[in-house]
């Protein structure tokens, strides 16, 4: 069973408006934690925002926010004001338990922001 | 800033040679792990490292072996290069909390 679910292959959103990814997870264990990496067009996968199992606010980085509901076990992503460059391939993460140990990708959404 | 490279951008191999793809980070993590990336498959663990000497299979470990002799080096090595190994490929070291990316290297076997 696929552990990291992002169901939207494709997203377009109008420059300055907000836009939300979805990520949905599946797991047994207590302590986990979540992750969301943008992925431009050059390649390089580039950390966004990290969230811990155990936290209890939504984490913020910036215009990047985590909509985390844990009973619904997901994970979103929220993009605030979208800009040009925020046009990339968006992909969702989950590490098992505590510590530093492998993470579980999803498959991806692609965002176009249009001018 | 962490910072992890990685040996080539690109890379072009003929089938059954032997390639060497190095990663090095400078923030003394123990974690490292080499992915493929393939498009419409997402990201997928190849192999991963806790400590010097030591490696974990991940989920595609077939055809390939790694080489973690020092902390700040792990290396992805193909033994003989086949057409399917044709990929992307990103190495990433990691604190406990983040993940740090290479910038991958997009290897071509021919």
């Known amino acids: 069973a696929q552990k990291i679910t992002q169901t939207q292959p494709g997203m377009f959103v109008q420059e300055k408006e907000a836009v939300t990814l979805d990520c949905t997870y599946d797991?047994?264990?207590?302590?986990?934690?979540l992750f969301w990496y943008k992925q431009p067009s050059s390649g390089e996968m580039i950390f966004l925002i990290y969230?811990?199992?155990?936290d209890e606010q939504n984490a913020t980085e910036g215009r990047y926010s985590l909509n985390f509901q844990k009973a619904r076990k997901s994970a979103n992503l929220v993009i605030s004001a979208s800009q040009l460059g925020d046009s990339a391939m968006y992909f969702c993460a989950m590490r098992e338990g505590w510590g530093a140990g492998k993470s579980t990708f999803g498959d991806g959404t692609t965002l176009t922001v249009k001018p | 800033d962490v910072k992890v490279t990685q040996s080539s951008r690109y890379l072009v191999k003929r089938t059954g040679e032997k390639v060497f793809l190095e990663c090095v980070q400078d923030?003394?993590?123990?974690?490292m792990f080499w992915y493929r990336q393939d498009p419409g498959l997402g990201l997928r663990l190849i192999y991963f490292s806790y400590d010097v000497k030591m490696k974990e299979k991940g989920d595609i470990p077939e055809g390939y072996s790694v080489s973690r002799e020092k902390k700040e080096r792990f290396s992805l090595i193909l033994e003989s290069a086949s057409t399917n190994q044709t990929s992307m490929y990103l190495c990433?070291?990691?604190?406990?909390?983040?993940?740090?990316f290479g910038p991958g290297t997009r290897l071509t076997v021919l």
């Open positions: 990433a070291s990691t604190d406990t909390d983040t993940q740090y």
């Open positions: 923030m003394d993590h123990e974690n």
């Open positions: 969230q811990g199992s155990y």
């Open positions: 797991t047994s264990d207590q302590s986990y934690g």
